[in-house]
């Protein structure tokens, strides 16, 4: 948290020009005016800054402090810590994100989006699981065989999905799973249900799950979203076809009720077992194709007035009687746009956009792949033993001695060992099978990541916003590690330092009048009459008392706190009752529960907190008073001075 404040506060604008007038000088070191108001109308509130001489000094003396600090931390070289280095690298991978797209195709997929939410797509598939990263070859041989054997028509599609089909959820429906529109489903997915005729079925398809073949049963115009209300009577799988023709019959009786003018709100109230929706009358989030089970969303859109209510409807969950409440058509396009951007964005399509973007920044910069040398490369990896104790295992010294380029970007080669260790990396000396396959997806990565990392760099150089972000991180982060040395760690490490500016400001953390002791809360009266017995034994300890009263069958009989208690606080027990070394008369409390206080001391005056005590005030008072040293130290090494004349030609009054 206070990394990020100092960033957004401290906030540092790009070098403006060299012919720029000169603010302020601290130490050797000069700021210029352009650069000064572009910070300083950043850091406005609400972006509205206020150019009046009080504002505008209050500032120059904040922001002149800043950089004395940051220049500090330079000279102490923390911007070489490996941690500073490793951090602002995150920072800066992750900043990128945001630049590496091509906004055209982004736009052309919202477009695409927003064309396919007009139509629903109704498909079954069959999916042959295999995870990324595992080898591939006998899945796909499975999916090519069954479509191979769907194409020749001798068998049909629901019977080879109920046979083969990995999708637990749809395999028993033939692999039906239903309408579905766009941006509900893996993009692959979704383009090739989108762009397969009706009645027709895919070539296999990869997507992150393993291998499909989509059969496209069905293409409508969209039904858009509807709200409706419920009555469920779950069908629990425990009781079987009993419970079901039970749940059927009650369904059955609710419906008869309605329709001789019970209103539906009695009934959801009576008997909806639905927990999520039955205290709101039975209504459900606005939803959408796809979003219910098949049974339920089939009846529910077909209800067609407000107020319409449907007959019991069969799930897997159980018997449905649904209202209808409202519909709602597809909206406009431009009122739909912020939404979709930001799914698109987080969608598998954002790859597609960047993918085309590192193609354009690859042509730019004159890459080029050296085939031979990448052929070479899988060809001493393939000579690796298949069995063994070393089976698949490599060692990256094996490999120093190939060094021919493996592709060009810029003016930089990547070279066959480059690879190798970054490969290294990725599998800890172990390629699985089949090796060609997966060196073939590492080498994919590998190129990403140095085209990402290229790109990263030069955004840097040549994009002005990227490059002031990134300085005014890196600044953060040099003051974060500075404050931390010389103010906030200092103040909980420097132990000495501590106690002598508490010893020194001691009077000023006190306690009110109030008792030090323990406060037992017993569960109830017994376990009070209990505890009183074990208290007025001689030299007894709260631990006794405990031990005494809580057990495994018991073990909330009397909860005990010890610590200082100021009685303006305190009103559990009367101020007369509480004594030093006696135990108090018990307060009923109104859980039926009783509190009982034995006090080691009473206090009648106000009394100085000990450090442990007051630890958190003093750390952060401590804290101020290193700040305000060091600050002063800063303004001591880099004498300040303002040009008055530049300085007042900013002011407006």
Known sequence: MRKLLLTSILAVATIAPAFAQTLFTYGSNQVNKDEFVNVYKKNSINKKPDFSDSALKDYLNLYSLFRMKVTEAEDEKLDTLPSVARELDNYRKQLARNYFTDDQVTNRLIHEAYDRMKEDVHVAHILIICRQGADSTEAYKKIDSIYNVISSKKVDFADMAKQFSDDKDSKDNGGDIGYFTALQTVYPFENIAYTTPVGKISAPLRTQFGYHIVKVLDKRPAIGEIKVAQIMIGTPKSKGQEGIAVARKRADSIETALKNGASFESMVKKYSEDKFSVDNKGELAVFGVGRMVPAFEKAAFALNKPGEVSAPVQSEYGFHIIKLIKKYPLKPYDSLQPQLKRKVENDYRAQVARDI????????????????????????FNKLPDTGAMANSYKEEDFKNMREPLFSLGNNNYTQIDFVSFMTTMTRGRIQTPRNTVIADLYKVYV???????????????????????????????????????????????????????????????????????????????????????????????????????????????????????????????RSDIQKGK???????????????????????????????????????????????????????????????????????
């Open 448 to 574: 990403t990541n140095v085209v990402n990392d290229f790109e990263e760099h030069k955004l840097v150089e040549e994009n002005p916003d990227f490059k002031s972000l990134m300085t005014e991180y890196r600044n953060g982060i040099l003051l974060f590690e500075l404050m931390d040395r010389n103010v906030w760690g200092k103040a909980s490490k420097d132990s000495a330092g501590l106690d002598a500016f508490y010893q020194s400001h001691k009077g000023k953390y006190q306690w009110g009048p109030g008792f030090r002791g323990s406060v037992y809360k017993f569960k109830d009266e017994a376990a009070m009459k209990k505890g009183l017995k074990v208290l007025a034994t001689k030299d007894a300890k709260d631990e006794d008392v405990m031990k005494e009263l809580n057990s495994q069958t018991t073990p909330d009989a009397v909860a005990i706190t010890r610590g200082f208690y100021e009685f303006d606080h305190f009103t559990d027990v009367p």
């Open 583 to 653: 135990p108090s008369k018990p307060v009923k409390n109104n859980d039926g529960g009783y509190t009982v206080v034995k006090a080691t001391e009473v206090n009648s005056a106000p009394i100085d907190k000990t450090l442990d005590e007051a630890r958190g005030y003093i750390v952060a008072e401590y804290q101020d008073y290193l700040e305000k040293k060091w600050n002063e130290h800063m303004r001591q090494k880099f004498p300040f001075k303002v040009d008055e004349t530049v300085f007042n030609s900013m002011v407006k009054k």
């Open 357 to 380: 973007f590192f193609e354009k920044v690859k042509q730019k910069n004159g890459f080029k792949e050296y085939s031979a040398n990448y052929d070479a490369l899988v060809k001493k």
